[in-house]
């Protein structure tokens, strides 16, 4: 008789516990510009490597560092030790060469130069339920240091592009925009989205609203896609600016931010300048309703206890519940790119 029990093993306990090692590695990499370099020139020794990126550590701990990226299958390798010769792999290439527009790496050095220190202190997060980033000694909110500070500012919305701008893109080729004209991206940041909606559907025009710090940025990124005919730059503060009335009202990475009520209060804001039949998108980590696939969902809602305090993500069904308080007649979920989705309410 076959024997079917389960046999007790550490393996996946001991591979979770030293996961941030493997993070670590990785982030390092992107901070070093690794994959930048291996994109403009691919098959590179160790030695040239070593050398490019200005390490000073022994050949051997050079070796381990290319070695583990290749082991984790974010490098390709042909030889060994010495003969090595490494370049990326398709996902690396695309995703991490900061030369080109499908890099994500902006949230990854993010979380390198400013969430890994604060993650250090989830422990903290989780008895006090506060603050545990440069917001964590009181005075200025997170938004506002950010807004505040150029340089922190540009590595947040850096950080945002590239852990959004996949389902950007996702969504503007999904989506069936065919009966929309208009579109305002409340909280648009960089301009991302409504670059890719207007350049993936030549009929549509959009408006990318957020506070004025964004508004150079979010210029250049229009400008980049020569697309100044059809998105417009405004500047405001959706929490005391009504937002300019458009078929569609979207919000990528927003609801997030903040606590129940204030979710709600968000969604009132996008019904109210919507006309009937017009559709809010809410674009964000969205947790599966029985709370096991999606862990970067929870993962993410976690990011927001370390930045925000009481921001949380959420799952559809807590969705179509604030979508029916506000008025909202019918919800769906559109599944975009990797664990994100866009949550859509239609009034």
């Not at 308080?325 to 009034?347: C, H, Q, R, W």
Request: net charge negative; proline share 3%; with cysteine.
């Amino acid at each position: 008789m076959e024997n079917t029990t389960t046999q007790a093993t550490p393996a996946a306990i001991l591979q979770m516990g030293s996961g941030f090692w493997a993070s670590k590695i990785l982030l390092t990499a992107v901070n070093f510009e690794l994959f930048t370099h291996l994109a403009k020139q691919p098959n590179q020794s160790a030695k040239k490597l070593k050398s490019l990126l200005n390490l000073k550590c022994t050949d051997r701990n050079t070796y381990d560092f290319l070695d583990c990226l290749t082991g984790f299958g974010f490098l390709k390798r042909e030889g060994l030790l010495e003969t090595a010769r490494y370049s990326n792999t398709i996902d690396t290439d695309i995703f991490l060469d900061k030369e080109k527009p499908s890099y994500i790496g902006g949230i990854l050095e993010m979380m390198n130069n400013r969430l890994w220190e604060f993650w250090g202190n989830l422990d903290d997060g989780l008895k006090t339920g506060l603050i545990q980033n440069e917001a964590k000694d009181g005075g200025k909110g997170i938004f506002d240091l950010v807004y505040s500070n150029p340089e922190l500012l540009k590595s947040f919305v850096n950080g945002m592009t590239g852990v959004q701008i996949g389902n950007f893109m996702a969504l503007a080729k999904k989506f069936d925009f065919s009966n929309f004209k208009t579109m305002v991206d409340a909280g648009g940041s960089a301009g991302v989205l409504s670059a890719m909606v207007a350049k993936n559907n030549s009929h549509m025009t959009c408006t990318t609203f957020d506070l004025p710090p964004l508004e150079t940025m979010a210029k250049e990124t229009v400008q980049k896609f020569q697309l100044e005919e059809r998105v417009k730059v405004l500047s405001g503060d959706f929490f005391k600016n009504e937002l300019p009335k458009a078929d569609i009202v979207s919000m990528g990475n927003i609801l997030h931010d903040w606590d129940e009520g204030t979710k709600i209060n968000l969604m009132q804001i996008a019904y109210d300048a919507l006309p009937k039949g017009g559709a809010f998108i809410a674009i964000e980590n969205v947790i599966d309703n029985d709370r096991k696939q999606n862990v970067f969902g929870m993962m993410m809602s976690l990011n927001m206890l370390i930045e925000t305090g009481d921001g949380f993500d959420y799952t559809f069904n807590d969705f179509t519940k604030w979508a029916k308080i506000v008025g909202f007649s019918s919800t769906e979920l559109m599944p975009l790119a990797g664990p994100s989705s866009a949550a859509i309410a239609i009034k």
